[in-house]
C-alpha cells in the first residue's frame, strides 16, 4: 500500500517578507526547550527546515553527530545549504521529505524536531507517528508550534483582529490548524506517545526595532505573499480589505505603546526504550 502524501497546503509560501521570520529563527529563540537534551554525537532530523538557520545551529551544537534538515519545498533548500556552507558546517545535510510518510527507517534518529510544521499539515497525529517511528528507543521527539487564538497585542486594534480572523480562516480552509500550540499534548498521546513534557513560551515584540520589524513583514505578507492570493482567491477576503489591514499593522508598528506576544505550545516526548 503507497504511504499517505501531504494533504494540507502551507499557508505562507515563501515570500521574502516570509523568510525574513523564518531566517531571524535560531534555536536559542526557538528551540529553547529542546537544547538541555542535545548530546555532541546525536543523529538529530530537523523536519520542516526552511532556510536552514535553526539546522545549522543544531549542527553546531551536535558537532560529533550528523543533522539531516528536510523540507516539503525544493526551492528552499538551496537557501538552507547555502546558510550550511557559508558556517563551514561539514556534519549537515538536506533532502525534500513530506512528514506523513518520511523515507527513513525505522530507528534511524536521536532526535526528530519539528519547529511550526505540525500546524500545517493534514493528519498532525500521523506526522508524529512517523515522528516517533523514525527516532531510536529512547530517542527524543520535539515539536513547537504557535497557537493563533493565543496570540495577543496592545493597543487593540480592529483591523489586527481582523487579520487574525482573516488568517485562521484561511490556514483551516488550507487544511492545516492555526490553534495548534494548545494541541500538541493531545496530538502526540493520539500518536501513542506516552512520555510527553509539555510547556509554553513566547516571542514578544516590544522595543521600537522589533515592532517596525515584525509589524513590517506581517504589513508585507498580508498584501505580497501566497497567503494574500489565497485568502482572495479562496473568497475569504478582498484585496482591498488586506490593504487595510496592513496598514492596521503599520500602525501598531509606530505606536510606542506597541506589544506584541506569540504563545507557543511545546512538546519534548521520549520514545519508549
Known sequence: MPKPRE????????H?????????????NSAGYLLGSLEPHMRVLDIG?????????????????????????????????ATADARG????????????????PDDTFCVVHAHQVLQHVGDPVRALREMKRV??????IAARDADYAAMTWYPASRGMDDWLDLYRRVARANGGEP????RLKAWALRAGLTDITATSSTWTYSTPEERAWWSGLWADRTVASSYARRAVDGGHT???????VAGAWREWGRDEDGWFSVLHGEILCRKEA
Open 135 to 140: 527516532a531510536r528507543p529512547g530517542g527524543i
Open 7 to 14: 494533504t494540507a497546503v502551507y499557508t505562507h509560501g515563501h
Open 16 to 28: 521574502e517578507s516570509v523568510l525574513r521570520s523564518h531566517t531571524w529563527r535560531t534555536a536559542a
Open 238 to 244: 478582498t484585496e482591498r480589505r488586506l490593504r487595510d
Open 89 to 104: 558546517l561539514a556534519n549537515v545535510t538536506f533532502a525534500v521529505a513530506d512528514v506523513h510518510a518520511l523515507d527513513f
Open 49 to 81: 527546515c526552511g532556510p536552514g538557520t535553526i539546522t545549522a545551529d543544531l549542527a553546531e551544537l551536535v558537532p560529533d553527530g550528523r543533522v539531516t534538515g528536510v523540507d516539503r519545498a525544493p526551492g528552499i533548500l538551496e537557501q538552507a545549504r
Open 179 to 182: 490553534d495548534a500550540g494548545r
